[in-house]
């Protein structure tokens, strides 16, 4: 009796076995996204070539247009520190650069280029900040087009973009963490690195 009994709980167990359904096995969930920081740019390396025809300008060329990026950058500094101060005068000083260069940058699309940066930047002074934000957009816009074509200027440079910004959206600036000028203190680092075209 006793080994029947045995044979009986054997075959329940392997009817048990047959019968039950085998366990679900549910993959690891995934880890968390790294937390947001201060937006970068890519390292010269990692930045993506521009889309835009490349020109190659002898180096006195060059020595001429790297003024223009030099007053930009501070004009650049004062917005994103919400300042107007000296801007008048770094227009000026853009917008002389751009004369100077033009005689010797034979391609006339960027001739033309140069000849509205110096339009725009003897404009730049005017109005109360929103304005300057504003014409400083539209002189991004000819700026960024001349750095976008011509490899050497973009050395050392990011371009980043804002969505939320009024006008042309796009700005060039040195530091590689975003410092938004359209915005300044209130929204200093809205937006995103963006590519070389304009």
């Known amino acids: 009796m006793r080994p029947l009994h045995f044979v009986s709980i054997a075959a329940a167990l392997m009817l048990a076995c047959t019968e039950a359904p085998w366990p679900r096995v549910v993959p690891a969930p995934a880890p968390p996204d790294p937390p947001s920081g201060p937006k970068l740019a890519p390292t010269p390396a990692q930045a993506a070539p521009s889309e835009q025809p490349q020109v190659e300008l002898p180096e006195d060329a060059l020595a001429l247009l790297r003024p223009i990026l030099t007053n930009y950058d501070k004009v650049h500094l004062a917005l994103t520190s919400d300042t ?53 957009g539209e002189l991004s816009k000819s700026l960024v087009a001349l750095v976008s074509a011509i490899a050497p200027l973009r050395e050392g440079r990011h371009v980043f973009e804002c969505p939320m910004a009024k006008g042309y959206q796009k700005w060039i600036q040195t530091e590689p963490s975003l410092r938004n000028p359209y915005f300044g203190k209130s929204m200093l680092t809205c937006g995103d690195e963006s590519r070389w075209a304009p």
């Open 84 to 136: 107007t101060d000296g801007v008048a005068a770094l227009g000026v000083a853009i917008a002389e650069a751009a004369l100077a260069a033009r005689p010797l940058v034979r391609d006339d699309a960027l001739s033309a280029l140069l000849a509205d940066l110096e339009n725009k930047g003897r404009m730049l002074g005017a109005g109360d900040i929103h304005a300057v934000r504003l014409t400083y």
